[in-house]
C-alpha cells in the first residue's frame, strides 16, 4: 500500500467502480484505480480515456475483483497486521524493532564507531 491511500477498500465498491468506469462513455476510467490506492495506473488510465484501453482494462479489472475472493483481496488490498504476520511469520512490534536497531547501527557506522565489517557482521546477526 502507498502512503496516503490507508483507507480500508471495499471490494463490492470497487467492483462497482471499475464496471461503472468500463460501461459509462464520459472519461472515468481509472477512478477506481485512486480508490484502490494506485495513482499512477490510475493516471494512465485517465490518459488514455478517449482510447478502448482503459475501458477493456476497468472490465477486466472488475472481473478480477469479483473471481479473486474476499479473502484474498483483504490480504492484497487491506494489510492489515494480522495477515501480515500470516504471511512473513513476524510480528509487526519485532520488525518495528528490528529496523530502529539497523538505523541505529547505520548511525554508528556513519559516526566511525563501528567499522563496517562490525557493522556488516551485527547486521547479519539482527536479521538472523
Not at 490507508?6 to 485512486?34: C, D, E, Q, W, Y
Not at 469479483?66 to 494489510?79: D, K
Request: charged share 25%.
Amino acid at each position: 500500500m502507498e502512503k496516503g491511500f490507508n483507507h480500508r477498500k471495499n471490494r463490492k465498491v470497487a467492483i462497482m467502480m471499475a464496471l461503472t468506469s468500463a460501461m459509462l462513455p464520459i472519461p472515468i476510467a481509472g477512478l477506481h484505480k485512486f480508490y484502490m490506492g494506485q495513482p499512477i495506473w490510475a493516471v494512465i488510465y485517465l490518459l488514455l480515456w478517449n482510447t478502448p484501453i482503459p475501458r477493456i482494462a476497468c472490465a477486466i479489472d472488475a472481473v478480477w475483483y469479483i473471481v479473486q475472493g474476499e479473502e484474498p483481496f483483504e490480504r492484497q488490498f487491506n494489510l492489515t497486521e494480522e495477515p501480515y504476520q500470516q504471511l512473513t511469520g513476524v510480528d509487526p512490534r519485532q520488525m518495528k524493532a528490528m529496523v530502529e536497531a539497523l538505523r541505529d547501527l547505520e548511525k554508528l557506522r556513519e559516526d566511525g564507531l563501528v567499522s563496517d565489517y562490525e557493522f556488516e557482521q551485527k547486521r547479519r546477526q539482527l536479521l538472523g
